[in-house]
Every structure is written in structure tokens, then in C-alpha cells.
């Protein structure tokens, strides 16, 4: 028999992987609320021009991370890369900018990206993209970075660290690539590896981004964005630090940080956690003033960030924080016969709609009372209910605290009741 397996880059969430699948999950949309978000559910697929001409054709998702495929209908889509082009096509679509803004939204589900898998990086992993829309206002960006930190610290992932930069606007940006950056990093062509030689042809701001080692000590001497913003975007960045201020948050201005995408503007920011490890990074975002108008919308300024689940699950593991246990399985039901059987499948049956969670042992024929009881020992049940001929014809039942290994007589008529002032 051939073996099978998930495919390379994803994973499965099994169960005992669950708790932190769903702590994080519960946790965002807690904090999100408190903020003002509300829930969008866009498309798994998108129109493929939606990615190239909101994330850039430049990018490294456009050019070798997509999912796409042509529909028996002759449609070019692709599987998301990531949320926020499909946001922005959604908010013109359905005509979001009547709405009051700014329309705060996020949005939790699988993304796809084929690229190299790695610790805690996958090609199919689960994200929440927070969205602020309709603002620009750099108070938004500080109240989304704090959302961020008490998203973590919810978590237990304290002592975080922002790194924080402007990449400028539609004004001042293009003048310095084309005009500082581009013959700045030409001369030094001969010195680039064949990655940057080939982002300094199709997004040069992104070669500020390297992880080649020796062309980040070639940069330490490149004529930097932030020298050359304009006055608005010097005041947005300069006002956005006040903010911070204000808050407390802990950030690090780091003039060497751009963004993957083509639709930042303005404000970018990544944080980490205070692990001593590469895994440290948590997530990132940015402010996208020009995206909406990309797709038809009237100029509109946005902001938001993309958290990936597997990569805090990650970090989550190394702080050695265990997430709370899921609802588990509070009664166990056993039976001798199948009159008992019958009448535990009742009992069982009865007590789910009154909302106390029970499972039973199952088994067609005769099954041995000690392979059942085995079985409830090993489940997380604190109560199991014992079903006996004797015990039903006096319409009782007996009940075993697992825990404390007592055992005692409880009428059918009452064991609800019994169970519910025992379990609480």
C-alpha cells in the first residue's frame, strides 16, 4: 500500500495541536472587538490580477509564490497568498466607503504560498489580517500596534520590541529610487548576489530588505529613505512616535525595514518577542494609502497587519506557555448488557441537551466491563455512570468520581441535577 502524507510545507492541526490553534484564535477575536473590528470572510480565490496589481508584480508572491490555475471557464485565479488585496477588492465592491469610517475588519482562514518551508513557516498556514480602513490619521497606526501588544500579552509574550519606519508616499518615494537609490546601488552592482542584482532591476527598495550578509555591510553606508521623506510624511512618522510615546509601547526606528508588497506606504512596522532565538519575529504590517484606489475606489488610506497562527504557536512552545485545555468530556457512561447499554445511550443522550458534555463506551456484542472502565480512566472525565440491571430496576445509577475514586448511588430522575451541582 502506497504511504500517504500532507503535502510538503502544511501540517495538520490534530487534536492535541488544537489548544493552541483555538486559544489564538479565541484571544484575537477577543482583543479585535475591543478595538472595533468586525469579522469579513472574502474568497478563498481571488481574480489573479487582484495579487499582481495590489501586492506588485516585483514581489517574490506574484513572481514564484502563487497558486494559480485557469478555470474550465477560461478564468485566471489564484488561491490567496494573503488577505488584504481581496479585503481592499471586497471594500470597493460592496461599497464599503458609505459605511462610517474607518471600517475596521479582520479576517482568520488559510493562505498559500509556495515557498521554502522552514521552522514555523509553512506553504499553507492559517492567518488573521486586521484592517483598518478609511484613516489616515497616524493615531490609527499607534492604536494598531497597540492592539498587537495586547494581543501577545494576552498570550503570556510580553517585553515585545517594534521595529518602526516610513517608506514614504507616491511623492517622495520614487524621486529617491530613482534618483538616489538605483545609481547608489548600480555602482555597487559587482557586489550584489544574483537575488538583489535582480530586485535592483524589478523593486529596488526591496534590496534594502536582504539577507545576504554581505550586502547588509555594504548598506551601512546607503543614502537612506528617511532623509529624503516629505513634510507629510515626515510629520505622520514623527506624530506616530508621540503616539508610542504615550502608550509605552518599545520600538526601534529601523531605517533598513521596508515591506514585501508593492501597496505600502508611509508607517511599516514588524515586532518580536524577547526569545534569544531566530523565532523571534512575530509578525508585521504597514499603511497601504494608495491600494483602494487600485481597484476603482476613490482614494482611501488604510492600514493593517497579517498574524500568522503557526508561527505564535511557535513561540508560544519555546516560552514553554501551555494554552488552556479545550472543553473535554466531563461524564462517561458503562454499561453489562444491552438493556444497560440501551439505557446509558438514553441517559447519555439526555444529559447532552442539557448541555453537560458525556461520551460512552460502544461496542456491538458483549464488551468486557473492564475494557470500558479502562477506557473511561483514560478519558478526561471526572464522573463515570455505571448502568446495571440491578440498579436500573430501581431507576438508580451508580456514579464513580474518578478523581477521588468514591462511589455513590444517584437517582436517574436526579442525576442532572446532581451532576451539574458536582461538576460546577
Known amino acids: 500500500m502506497p504511504t500517504y502524507q500532507a503535502p510538503k510545507g502544511t501540517q495538520d492541526w490534530t487534536p492535541d495541536k488544537q489548544p493552541y490553534y483555538r486559544w489564538i484564535d479565541s484571544t484575537i477575536r477577543t482583543v479585535a472587538a475591543r478595538y472595533g473590528f468586525q469579522p469579513i470572510d472574502t474568497p478563498i480565490i481571488e481574480h489573479t490580477d487582484v495579487f499582481q496589481r495590489g501586492v506588485g508584480t516585483g514581489t517574490d508572491i506574484v513572481e514564484k509564490e502563487m497558486y494559480s490555475f485557469e478555470t474550465r471557464g477560461g478564468d485566471h485565479v489564484t488561491i490567496r497568498p494573503e488577505f488584504t488585496a481581496g ?6 465592491e460592496n461599497g464599503m466607503a458609505t459605511l462610517p469610517q474607518p471600517v475596521k475588519v479582520y479576517e482568520i482562514g488559510a493562505v498559500l504560498r509556495y515557498e521554502r518551508p522552514g521552522k ?31 494581543f501577545y500579552n494576552a498570550l503570556g509574550i510580553t517585553n515585545l520590541v517594534f521595529d518602526i519606519n516610513s517608506i514614504g508616499c507616491s511623492v517622495c518615494r520614487p524621486p529617491y529610487i530613482r534618483d538616489v537609490l538605483v545609481p547608489w546601488l548600480t555602482e555597487r552592482k559587482d557586489k550584489l548576489g544574483e537575488t538583489d542584482k535582480m530586485r535592483l532591476e524589478k523593486n529596488p527598495l526591496r534590496v534594502l530588505d536582504t539577507k545576504d550578509e554581505k550586502v547588509q555591510a555594504l548598506l551601512a553606508e546607503v543614502p537612506l529613505l528617511a532623509d529624503y521623506l516629505c513634510e ?17 509601547v518599545r520600538y526601534i526606528v529601523n531605517p533598513m525595514l521596508v515591506r514585501g508588497f508593492d501597496y505600502y506606504t508611509k508607517t511599516v512596522f514588524e515586532v518580536k518577542s524577547n526569545l534569544d532565538t531566530s523565532n523571534n519575529a512575530l509578525n508585521g504590517g504597514g499603511r497601504y494609502d494608495g491600494l483602494i484606489e487600485l481597484f476603482g475606489g ?19 512552545e519555546e516560552m514553554d506557555i501551555t494554552p488552556p485545555a479545550l472543553l473535554a468530556t466531563q461524564v462517561y457512561a458503562v454499561w453489562f448488557d444491552e438493556a444497560t447499554k440501551r439505557a446509558a445511550f438514553r441517559t447519555a443522550n439526555n444529559l447532552r441537551q442539557a448541555g453537560i458534555r458525556v461520551e460512552m463506551a460502544y461496542g456491538q456484542g458483549k464488551r468486557s466491563f473492564k475494557s470500558q472502565m479502562r477506557a473511561a480512566d483514560k478519558s478526561p472525565a471526572r464522573y463515570t455512570l455505571i448502568f446495571g440491571d440491578r440498579e436500573l430496576a430501581e431507576g438508580q445509577v451508580q456514579v464513580k468520581d474518578m478523581l477521588k475514586g468514591d462511589q455513590v448511588s444517584v437517582p436517574l430522575k436526579e442525576l442532572g441535577e446532581w451532576l451539574d451541582q458536582n461538576l460546577a
Open 87 to 92: 479585503i481592499a477588492r471586497a471594500f470597493v
Open 120 to 150: 514555523g513557516r509553512y506553504r499553507q498556514h492559517t492567518q488573521c489580517s486586521l484592517e483598518i480602513i478609511g484613516e489616515q490619521d497616524p493615531a490609527v497606526d499607534a492604536e494598531l500596534i497597540q492592539l498587537l501588544t495586547d
Open 232 to 248: 507629510e510624511c515626515k510629520s505622520h512618522f514623527a506624530t506616530l512616535r508621540e503616539y508610542l510615546d504615550a502608550l509605552g
Open 298 to 316: 476613490q482614494p482611501t488610506p488604510g492600514i493593517g497587519t497579517g498574524i500568522g497562527f503557526e508561527r505564535v504557536a511557535l513561540v508560544l
